[in-house]
Nanobody
Framework: QVQLVESGGGLVQAGGSLRLSCAASGRTFSSRTMGWFRQAPGLEREFVAA????????NYADSVKGRFTISRDNAKNTVYLQMNNLKPEDTAVYSCAASKYLRTITAMTGMRYEYDYWGQGTQVTVSS
């Protein structure tokens, strides 16, 4: 079992930055692909970024490429999402997720069915 707790959300002006953190419990964190997803009101949850279990590979949605950076610290059981040059359309609840399978990269594509464990989410609001 993996439990995930996000933090770092808040209200920021357009052009600003935020850093989200996701702390994980359990001994399998370092063997799982981790992803960040977001859900805006009235919209479906969408993929934002993913990082492989060893941190060697990353993948981003086109909408955040060049502005967001995903990273992880396996010693601290934590994954991060650095968000720069934020836009009002980035406003959403951001959730982290841990992959269903260990030491595979299938979850790097960002498909939700590849993830079995989800955090409760943290609100990010970007004002114009």
């Amino acid at each position: 079992q993996v439990q995930l707790v996000e933090s770092g959300g808040g209200l920021v002006q357009a052009g600003g930055s935020l850093r989200l953190s996701c702390a994980a419990s359990g001994r399998t964190f370092s063997s799982r692909t981790m992803g960040w997803f977001r859900q805006a009101p009235g919209l479906e949850r969408e993929f934002v970024a993913a990082i492989s279990w060893n941190g060697g590979s990353t993948n981003y949605a086109d909408s955040v490429k060049g502005r967001f950076t995903i990273s992880r610290d396996n010693a601290k059981n934590t994954v991060y999402l650095q968000m720069n040059n934020l836009k009002p359309e980035d406003t959403a609840v951001y959730s982290c997720a841990a992959s269903k399978y260990l030491r595979t990269i299938t979850a790097m594509t960002g498909m939700r069915y590849e993830y079995d464990y989800w955090g409760q989410g943290t609100q990010v609001t970007v004002s114009s």
